[in-house]
């Protein structure tokens, strides 16, 4: 059983390493969601985006309008947890 422990050993090294905020909490017990499900600035992006489409609308103005919708769209692509895969392989930089 040597082997297990070690392996046991090495995933919780590099999950210090990855995410240390949600390995802390694992070992003090009080729950916190990994680093890819926490969507704080995906939620601030968006309300940035409808606040700028609101905006436009309230202006009459098509270019705010646009960008409002092009914040939006684009923040959307940030509630992804899986956004740094692509078919199942890794792209270098992105987390795991």
Excluded: C
């Amino acid at each position: 059983m040597p082997k297990y422990d070690e392996r046991l050993r090495e995933l919780e090294q590099q999950l210090r390493h990855d995410d240390p905020v949600f390995a802390e909490a694992m070992s003090g017990g009080t729950p916190r969601p990994p680093r890819e499900y926490r969507r704080r600035t995906a939620w601030l992006w968006i309300s940035v985006g409808l606040a700028v489409l609101g905006a436009g609308i309230a202006a009459g103005d098509g270019l705010l309008i646009a960008a409002g919708l092009v914040v939006s769209g684009a923040a959307a692509h940030l509630f992804d947890p899986q956004r740094g895969r692509l078919h199942g392989r890794n792209i270098p930089g992105s987390p795991r």
